[in-house]
């Protein structure tokens, strides 16, 4: 490899900030701590993000063992341990190999950091400086100069400490202490007379499976390890420390709160939130600048304010106000606000739209689904997990390339699950311009939380403040949810059942101060703080009805299909719910992704580096994801075969789920597959790679996410329903044409139909038996095929195979390939003479982007698809290979 995967790749590569001048990098840090949420801005400003070191704490009972850390090294603030470890050679790639059970003591350690800053003549004479902590990673001591300022104990809160008379001209030193959240809250935990069981328990000795300490910590879950990434607890100061001081005031938060939005006016509230120092009169400004980037002045007035907190609701109204949409609805023009008051400033930008979570009583239940702009939204897309298993190595551009991903893959809505941290500003803004709704977990992913303790409640009530007040204004924002499983955990899987039924008493604390903590309390601060947006108490849930889970209201879960008891994918054809929020398949990456961790010879189903890479159930996942291989495409050859089978079997089986629930509106009214992306390079269910490739899966998902889409679902029993998907808000023409195939090329039977799809509807068009379909044409030689060309729409095309590809008779297919330049980059001529299904186009070690792939061609089809890449032609002429399923049979 040219370059340690911790380091990232392609568009995760290293920041250019790091290789910036001096100058510049003080200059950008500073833009993106004014730039944090509203952009709000006090007067004067000193990102302390220079001069950083750090070491293991001494007197720490790590020393022993690990003497190389003694010693004060180089930092990086925003960093981590692992990567600050990493960065001075102290440790291995933890990303590389079979790393992690060796680097579990970092994570039992104690660290310290330090650093000297001068503050700045301004700090010094105003009346007001704060030391503002906007992540501590998680049970951090401050001390400056020699005084402790803090001791927090939660990642997810801004901390914010006033330092005024504490400040010297020059050489302050500013010390952090970072305990681990295992040496520091085991005891506590092993003393509990009764036990909350935590989710995922460590194979590595590092703390008992019987006293897991991850669901009392006020940290990101998964550095506990999840069944798609490893176990690394890692600790850091994780965002900027910035000193902020202010003469006369500090706005705190610039809220636009959107009353009422429709297509004639626009009614919002402009609330500014300012600490002022003294009392006084000041004047007050309002800017904004329209999609169009013309600026008006919204609001002008000489305002009174008070010593200390003050609150100021500006009215604003626009005429014909320029909408935001969500993909495939519209466009997503934002309005951009500046406040200018006294000396200070803020900004904040946002979409105009109204958005609302609709719960209709009907026969069978209470529907769940989200109207914008009054258009009822059926939900296209994936759950996203963290972004890599250190978040301050996190680029703006790779979660471009991801959300980039999921806007071509015609998808519309994302769920930031509640395990990991509540995504970034960039994540946001990314989603709000390439028109991605967002639902927005609460950091609670498993294990049932301590919430009966008051102390612990009022933690994350301000931890909520904090994030809902960050991420009010962005458009994208559709839901906050209390909770992922917490509450199906509790009621129906092992240890919340047992727990209650052998000490009902603490069983039922234990579920008051649940309801305390996800039904009241977090539902307060959503309604105080959230601007309109629907709370919901946890995923999958009915908002605490007595039932969770259940396809008659609420959201679903389903993982019958791949967990246990691991039904075949036909399964999902049984199951309509009123809005899937998780279901999932898993899948291997990419060849030239596992070849960045694995070497050749470390390759195969059950070599220690690949179960090391692969975290569902403990290494062992393999076996799981050769069953449902051998489901559709029976045993496998070798490593090889068996990587391009996953990603087949994952891409088809959640294929069929998908357009069950598109074919199942307006009862389903949203589908989000498990998951979007990954948080390091390994086995998992998400369909875009570490790196950003995509898996078969998400080639697939552009087409059966497309607006206008046919669906041809089989069942096991022979009986295939044909519907038609449309998610325009009007309606299309379009012909179906259905033709019955031999797999070498015979054509058995060819119809075409006018057809006409009416706006925002699934319309059920056929319903055939195998018999009807196929006459006396042999089951394992034929398809059907069903191709739909509406106008002004890509093709879609729906294919029926009446046998498991294992039981099918698959001729060569024939492939031809011709890549040649053309300008523009190269295209590639791709042509098959006999059915080919699955086919995968791969360019080895070549970095190269190809317009589609992971295709099925029917005899005599040819297509042309576009090739990007920085190689010459004869290198990707050298490197290319093209297969299909005739060739692993």
Not at 124 to 153: I, M, P, Y
Not at 333 to 342: A, S, T
Not at 814 to 836: C, E, W
Request: one cysteine or more.
């Amino acid at each position: 490899m040219d370059q340690p995967l911790l380091e990232g790749a392609g568009a995760m590569s290293t920041p250019l900030l790091t290789r910036a001048p001096k100058w510049l990098r003080l200059m950008l840090g500073l833009c993106l701590a004014i730039a944090v949420g509203t952009a709000a801005a006090a007067p004067d400003q000193l990102v302390i993000d220079q001069g950083w070191t750090f070491r293991l704490l001494p007197g720490n009972t790590q020393l022993a063992a690990h003497p190389q850390a003694a010693s004060w090294r180089a930092a990086k603030v925003p960093g981590t341990v692992h990567t600050d470890l990493f960065a001075n050679k102290l440790i291995p790639d933890p990303y590389v190999g079979a790393a992690e059970a060796g680097l579990q003591w970092i994570g039992l350690a104690d660290w310290e950091y330090r650093t000297r800053f001068d503050a700045p003549a301004t700090a010094l004479k105003n009346a007001r400086s704060d030391l503002v902590f906007d992540g501590l990673d998680t049970f951090a001591e401050v001390w400056l100069n020699g005084s402790q300022l803090l001791a927090a104990d939660n990642a997810f809160r801004t901390w914010r400490v006033p330092v005024q008379g504490k400040l010297r001209a020059k050489g302050n030193e500013l010390r952090i202490v970072l305990r681990s959240p295992i040496a520091k809250l085991l005891p506590q935990v092993q003393a509990m007379p009764l036990k909350l069981a935590g989710n995922y328990p460590s194979p590595y000795g590092d703390e008992p499976k019987d006293a897991m300490t991850g669901n009392f910590a006020r940290k990101p879950g998964y550095h506990y390890g999840w069944d798609w990434g490893p176990r690394y607890v890692t600790a850091g100061i994780w965002k900027p420390v910035v000193l902020q001081s202010w003469a006369a005031l500090r706005i705190d938060n610039l809220q636009l709160r959107q009353d009422h939005v429709d297509e004639a006016r626009a009614d919002i509230a402009a609330i500014v939130s300012a600490d002022v120092v003294r009392d006084g009169e000041f004047d007050l400004r309002l800017w904004q600048t329209a999609p169009d980037g013309k600026r008006t002045l919204a609001a002008q007035q000489r305002t009174a304010l008070h010593a200390g907190d003050n609150r100021i609701e500006l009215p604003l109204h626009i005429d014909h106000p320029q909408r935001w949409f969500p993909n495939g609805y519209g466009a997503q023009p934002l309005y951009r606000y500046e406040l200018e008051l006294g000396e200070a400033k803020a900004s904040a930008r946002t979409g105009l739209r109204s958005i609302e979570l609709r719960r209709e009583p009907d026969d069978k239940g209470r529907s769940f689904y989200f109207a914008v702009n009054g258009i009822p939204v059926f939900a296209k897309g994936a759950n996203t997990i963290p972004f890599d298993m250190f978040q301050p190595r996190v680029t703006k551009a790779q979660l471009r390339r991801v959300l980039q991903s999921a806007r071509d893959a015609n998808m519309n809505f994302l769920r930031s699950w509640g395990g990991g941290y509540y995504e970034s500003d960039d994540f946001f803004d990314l989603a709000d311009e390439l028109g991605l709704l967002v639902w927005q977990d609460f950091m609670f992913g498993g294990g049932m939380p301590p919430a009966y303790d008051d102390a612990f409640r009022a933690n994350v009530v301000a931890e909520a403040r904090d994030n809902v007040r960050r991420l009010r204004n962005h458009p994208s924002l559709a839901l906050w949810c209390g909770n992922n499983e917490e509450e199906i955990a509790w009621k129906y899987w092992g240890p919340g059942q047992e727990l209650t039924k052998a000490y009902p008493a603490f069983g039922d604390k234990v579920w008051k101060g649940y309801v305390q903590l996800f039904g009241v309390d977090l539902r307060k601060v959503v309604a105080e703080e959230g601007g309109g947006i629907a709370y919901w108490a946890s995923s999958p849930s009915d908002d605490l009805a007595e039932v969770a889970n259940t396809p008659a209201s609420g959201d679903m879960h389903y993982w019958e299909v791949w967990g246990n008891p691991a039904h075949p994918p036909s399964k999902y054809l049984e199951i309509t719910p009123r809005f899937m929020s998780e279901y999932g398949l898993q899948a291997w990456p990419v060849q030239r992704t596992i070849d960045a961790f694995a070497k050749r010879g470390e390759q195969g189903i059950a070599t220690p580096v690949i179960e090391a890479h692969q975290k569902f159930l403990a290494g062992k996942g393999n076996e799981r994801l050769m069953k449902y291989v051998d489901y559709e495409f029976g045993e496998t050859r070798d490593f090889a075969s068996f990587v391009y089978l996953s990603q087949a079997a994952q891409a088809e089986g959640i294929e069929l789920a998908a357009l069950h629930h598109r074919a199942s509106r307006p009862f389903t009214m949203g589908s989000l597959y498990w998951q979007l992306n990954d948080v390091w390079p390994g086995a998992s269910w998400s369909s875009v790679d570490w790196f950003g490739r995509w898996k078969a899966l998400q080639f697939h998902a552009r087409r059966f996410y497309a607006p206008v889409a046919v669906a041809a679902l089989r069942t096991p029993q022979g009986n295939t329903s044909l519907n038609l998907l449309n998610d325009r808000t009007h309606a299309v023409r379009g012909e179906l044409r259905l033709r019955l195939l031999s797999l070498d090329g015979k054509l058995l039977r060819d119809e075409r139909k006018q057809v006409e799809l009416a706006s925002l509807s699934s319309t059920r068009l056929a319903d055939y038996t195998d018999a009807a379909l196929l006459g006396d044409a042999d089951p394992a030689s034929t398809v059907a095929v069903f191709d739909l060309q509406a106008e002004g729409e890509p093709a879609s095309r729906g294919t029926v195979y009446f046998k498991p590809a294992k039981e099918m008779h698959w001729p060569d297919a024939g492939l031809r390939a011709q890549l040649r330049a053309d300008g523009k980059g190269y295209t590639l001529d791709l042509s098959a003479s006999k059915f080919a299904r699955a086919v995968w186009i791969d360019f080895g070690d070549a970095d190269a982007d190809v317009s589609d792939n992971a295709l099925t061609l029917l005899p005599g089809e040819s297509v042309s698809l576009h090739v990007s890449s920085k190689a010459s032609l004869a290198t990707l002429r050298k490197v290319l290979r093209v297969r299909s399923l005739a060739d692993d049979h």
